[in-house]
């Protein structure tokens, strides 16, 4: 299957601001079965989410590497993995797990559509007929809550029959979603179509220009937080 | 050859509404606090409504209600910080803190539904009393509001009292221990609630974000009883 995949994140101004490292972490590859988008949050109120987001990404991406379909159980897989790996980090630093908290949404597209598994928040966008959301935030009562793959939280599945696919942070949530419908917002069409025109594989051009639209004045005035993007079209 | 920003201007953006963190100040205004405490207290309001307003996301979030006694007055409802303006307040009356508390949670309560209504996501409300006596009404309800709306996650209520305050009948009250302000530190105390709310109204977290301990011995507060 030929595809294109679009990535880039960029800290936010808080971590910024304190000197701290970018918190979201993310992998997107092509893979036998098609192409893979792997995007983790680490919790701020974590000691070491980032380092939870870093090790959740890898380990997802090893475990997806190995699938040979890129099923929606295979995304769902990779999430135990991940989920694992982080109770071993923790155990061997002697800490518990929550230390190392952060959100996770694997996703793949391949011949047969769009898949994904996804714990948090965060959000999954595809088009097939139209654009829809395929895999919405895990919010609480109150904003700002949400689930960690370290709790032991419900791993949450999708599918659709789509041919574009995008997975983002919370960061871009409100900017990206509309909060009253849901509904995601027009201009993903606009991005698919650019994909369309790009490289076959990892367009790093596309990439670069990804990152430095996430890094201008528009999304830090709407988002203190890091903002984390990846986007990928089957050509 | 790819255009400089391909992607967009940042126009295309849903403006989705700011997500608030509604915070009631129920302060004590009986005759006690009369003379060095008001005017500290005063001193301390300005200066939290200054530092809140400048931290530009916090602004957006933090919503302020002013709820004094006694008599209970709710000085301000619910607003944007931008708009609220510090109040100078005069002692008078005794300190009706029971019905305060009620009335300050009822006031959350609604603010809630209106969120809720316009489909504004919002942080857990803090209730932030601060007292130098002890209550002169009944405080039977008050005691249950507080327990049912800490144990429902309701909202957070903290009590602090100034010198003069029971300290017993506070933590009678409240489910969180109460904290002793050291001496007149009020402009200490409001530098940590505008930084602490800053955190919480940019957390993202499935608990409590960590504040800094006013406990702590550099800290306003000593912990009481």
């Known amino acids: ?235 | 050859m790819i255009d400089q920003q391909p992607f967009g201007d940042g126009s295309e953006f849903i403006d989705n509404p700011e997500p608030r963190c509604p915070v009631v100040l129920l302060l004590d205004t009986s005759y006690s606090m009369s003379g060095a405490k008001i005017a500290a207290l005063n001193d301390g309001l300005l200066q939290f409504h200054e530092e809140v307003a400048s931290d530009s996301l916090a602004a957006k979030r933090i919503e302020l209600s002013v709820v004094t006694f006694g008599p209970v007055t709710v000085l301000s409802d619910f607003g944007p910080v931008t708009a609220f303006e510090a109040p100078t307040l005069e002692p008078s009356g005794n300190t009706p803190m029971g019905e305060a508390i009620v009335r300050a949670a009822a006031l959350t309560r609604a603010r809630k539904d209106s969120y809720r209504t316009g489909g504004i996501d919002f942080y857990r409300p803090w209730l932030f009393l601060i007292t130098d006596g002890a209550p002169t009404d009944d405080v039977t309800a008050a005691k249950k509001t507080i327990a049912d709306g800490e144990r429902d996650k309701a909202f957070m209520f903290f009590a602090v009292g100034v010198e003069g305050a029971d300290m017993e009948a506070l933590s009678a009250l409240s489910v969180r221990a109460p904290l002793m302000l050291k001496g007149l530190q009020f402009k200490e105390l409001f530098a940590w609630l505008s930084n602490s709310l800053s955190k919480v109204s940019q957390s993202r977290t499935d608990e409590a974000p960590a504040l800094d301990n006013p406990a702590a011995p550099s800290g306003w507060a000593v912990a009481g009883e």
């Open chain 1, 1 to 235: 299957m030929r595809a294109t995949t679009v990535a880039a994140g960029v800290r936010g101004t808080r971590h910024a601001r304190q000197g701290a490292p970018s918190q979201d972490h993310f992998a997107a590859f092509s893979a036998p079965f098609g192409v893979a988008l792997i995007v983790a949050d680490g919790a701020g109120s974590a000691a070491r989410g980032g380092v939870g987001a870093a090790l959740g990404v890898r380990a997802a991406r090893a475990a997806l590497r190995q699938s040979e379909a890129g099923s929606v159980d295979d995304c769902r897989a990779a999430c135990e993995v991940a989920r694992a790996r982080l109770h071993r980090a923790a155990a061997g630093a002697g800490r518990p797990p929550r230390d190392f908290a952060t959100t996770l949404i694997v996703a793949t597209l391949t011949e047969a559509g769009a898949a994904v598994a996804h714990v948090g928040d965060g959000a999954v966008v595809a088009k097939g007929a139209a654009l829809a959301v395929l895999s919405a935030p895990d919010v609480g009562a109150f904003a700002g809550e949400t689930t960690f793959l370290t709790s032991d939280s419900e791993i949450r599945t999708a599918t659709a029959p789509a041919t574009a696919l995008a997975v983002f942070s919370d960061g871009l949530e409100r900017l990206l979603i509309e909060a009253a419908s849901g509904a995601p917002a027009p201009v993903f069409d606009r991005w698919f179509k650019i994909l369309q025109e790009g490289a076959a594989g990892h367009d790093h051009a596309l990439s670069a220009a990804l990152r430095r639209y996430l890094a201008q004045p528009a999304v830090a005035e709407r988002t203190d937080d890091d903002v984390t993007l990846c986007l990928a079209v089957r050509c």
